[in-house]
């Protein structure tokens, strides 16, 4: 799967952002996709992933509550819209796929990478 992520920015504490990210490639309609960012010198996090189905959702620990995953499968594209947004939240944020049709909640489980977007949040 081809991930092309896009939407980061510069943005205040307590603002919005709304990342998308449009799949390609013949498992793209079955593939979990998701959202995973890495700040400066920290290890990647993940973020957020649904299923092919959109039916199974899940959230990092540090956005449940704030952000919102979701994806349009007649456009093969998963979005993430971040509210509340804290400096915290700044990084680095890949969209990514797994091959699989079970549920994804780990950065490990995903197989396929984009090309990342900056988040920058200021306070």
């Known amino acids: 799967v081809q991930l092309q992520a896009s939407g980061g920015g510069l943005v205040q504490a307590g603002d919005s952002l709304r990342l998308s990210c449009a799949a390609s490639?013949?498992?793209?309609?079955?593939?979990?996709l998701g959202w995973v960012r890495q700040a400066p010198g920290k290890e990647r996090e993940f973020v957020a992933a649904?299923?092919?189905?959109?039916?199974?959702?899940y959230y990092g620990g540090s956005v449940k509550g704030r952000f919102t995953i979701s994806r349009d499968n007649a456009k093969n594209t998963v979005y993430l819209l971040m509210n509340m947004l804290k400096p915290e939240d700044t990084g680095v944020y890949f969209c990514?796929?797994?091959?699989?049709?079970?549920?994804?909640?780990?950065?490990?489980?995903?197989?396929?990478w984009g090309q990342g977007t900056q988040v920058t949040v200021s306070s």
């Open positions: 990514a796929a797994a091959a699989t049709t079970a549920p994804v909640d780990s950065v490990s489980e995903f197989d396929d």
């Open positions: 490639g013949r498992r793209a309609s079955t593939s979990a």
């Open positions: 649904v299923d092919w189905s959109g039916n199974h959702i």
